[in-house]
């Protein structure tokens, strides 16, 4: 292994104690100490950002450790500090030679795309669990601006995911100019007295399994046409992106004890990971690592996590609007609504995180999907309006007086039926962008809104 200067980056709301476990663990495998950099954030403080943080990274790199500018490292990080590495290799007049410089970046249950339990960190009961305990002018506060990057569906890590996961800007390829990633969460949840207070399905307790991998992808369902005419939506399916870097998940662990308590399988598996040096060998060990941790992935469900984001044709949020996903399997039985277990992000109504279990759902039985969208302007004098709308007429009226839109999207296709295109892949998140148009009522004669 490569004796590369190797950075740890903690959590949110832990510190640099967090790695002491692996700092052992690393120093038995004989790593020189002067080698290894623990890093130490502020992340209680309502006014500092992640970009603030991955800023802080930088200056900390050059200064704190001394790393030259053009230096390679290696990076261990955990939960909250995979965003911060993240936002630090996508600096826009940076972004290709610091992804050169990072070699080996091992994810320790990652917060890749958020944690269920941001939003309830800005809570009173947040506060007191998780709130800053140091005297001064954060005392209590904790940490509002990165917990609203933590929150699912943020729009943080949905812009940061189309910077560096999704199509043509996808930045992680097993080769010399971009890190290896690998990325580990533990198949459990927290003990029983604290998952009465997390009681999330799907998790380590603080990270959802589908959220974790980089591999991702992103469907934007263009929904826009001009009043006047009729067509079905267009349907627009990036590449499959980062299929790489896949989640490996490892037994017994939770999100704590994978940084308290690492099994001895998990150490292994992290020594081989940074010693991978080509692109060959990387695809050799993600096979032996899958096969390896077989079992601890079968004793859990197949979970996938949707991030919808619903636009008008200025890009303006559409925030008033439900999803519904229905379909049928022989023709006969009906699905539950996909929007059963849905976050909105605070912020901005117009993102949303769907959590589906596909144990549950089991899209392969399926020979039908459609999706259901309803949205609403709030007033009559303004409607949405697109392909498959049952609310505009052909007068060019609003039949709901709220400007209430409703359409059932067909995405039978989507179902992957004789090798094309599946929504469906578990233990990954998939973006949706869907557009729609916004209109001055009614749609012929003289609108409401401006006249002469």
């Known amino acids: 292994m490569p004796d590369r200067p190797l950075v740890l980056v903690h959590g949110y709301s832990d510190t640099a104690v967090g790695f002491d476990a692996w ?40 200064r704190e450790a001394r790393l030259d500018p053009d230096q390679e490292f290696d990076a261990i990080v955990h939960s909250t500090g995979m965003l ?31 944690s269920p339990l941001a939003h309830k960190g800005r809570s009173w009961l947040g506060s007191v669990f998780k709130g800053n305990r140091e005297q001064g002018p954060d005392f209590g506060e904790a940490g509002d601006e990165i917990l609203f990057a933590l929150e699912l569906g943020s729009r943080f890590t949905w812009d940061l995911a189309h910077d560096d996961l999704i199509g043509e800007n996808a930045r992680f390829r097993p080769g010399s100019d971009t890190p290896f990633v690998s990325t ?30 980089l591999n991702s992808r992103k469907i934007t369902l263009d929904m826009m046409v001009p009043p006047e005419s009729e067509r079905e939506p267009r349907i627009e399916v990036s590449e499959w ?7 490996i998940l490892v037994n017994g662990l939770n999100h704590g004890t994978i940084m308290s308590k690492p099994s001895s399988l998990l150490q292994r598996l992290v020594r081989e990971a940074l010693g991978v040096e080509t692109a060959d060998a990387f695809e050799d060990w993600n096979r032996r690592a899958l096969q390896r941790t077989r ?50 992000y605070k912020r901005d109504a117009s993102l949303r995180c769907f959590h589906v279990n596909l144990d549950d759902l089991e899209p392969e039985k399926l020979d039908q999907l459609h999706l259901r969208l309803i949205a609403s302007s709030g007033t009559q004098l303004v409607a949405y309006h697109g ?24 995405l039978t296709s989507a179902l992957g039926k004789g090798g094309g295109f599946s929504l469906f892949y578990p233990f990954t998140t998939t973006f949706v962008e869907i557009r729609l148009n916004r209109e001055p009522m009614p749609m012929v004669g003289r609108n409401d809104v401006f006249w002469f």
Request: include cysteine; aromatic fraction near 8%.
């Open 295 to 344: 079992k601890a992935r079968e004793k859990v469900a197949r979970w996938q996590q949707f991030v919808i984001r619903v636009v008008d044709e200025r890009g303006d949020p559409v925030t008033d609007w439900n999803a519904q996903l229905t379909g049928r399997r022989n023709a006969s039985r009906s699905l539950r609504d996909f929007s059963l277990d849905v976050h909105v």
């Open 241 to 247: 992106a980062n299929q790489h870097h896949p989640l």
């Open 23 to 62: 700092r052992a663990v690393l120093e038995g495998w004989g790593r020189r100490i002067d080698s290894i950099h623990i890093g130490q954030y502020v992340s209680l403080s309502n006014e500092v950002t992640l970009k603030d943080v991955a800023e802080g990274f930088d200056r900390a790199l050059r």
């Open 84 to 114: 911060v590495v993240r936002s630090w290799l996508n600096s826009y007049s940076e972004g290709a030679e610091r992804r050169s410089r990072l070699k080996h970046l091992i994810a320790l249950a990652p917060a890749t795309n958020g």
């Open 387 to 410: 392909a498959g709308s049952e609310r505009v007429l052909k007068d060019g009226t609003a039949m709901n007086p709220q400007g209430k839109w409703d359409a059932r999207i067909d």
């Open 184 to 213: 580990f969460c533990g198949n459990e949840n927290y003990g029983f007295l604290r998952s009465l207070f997390t009681n999330e399905t799907g998790t380590d307790g603080t990270v959802r399994w589908a959220g974790c991998a």
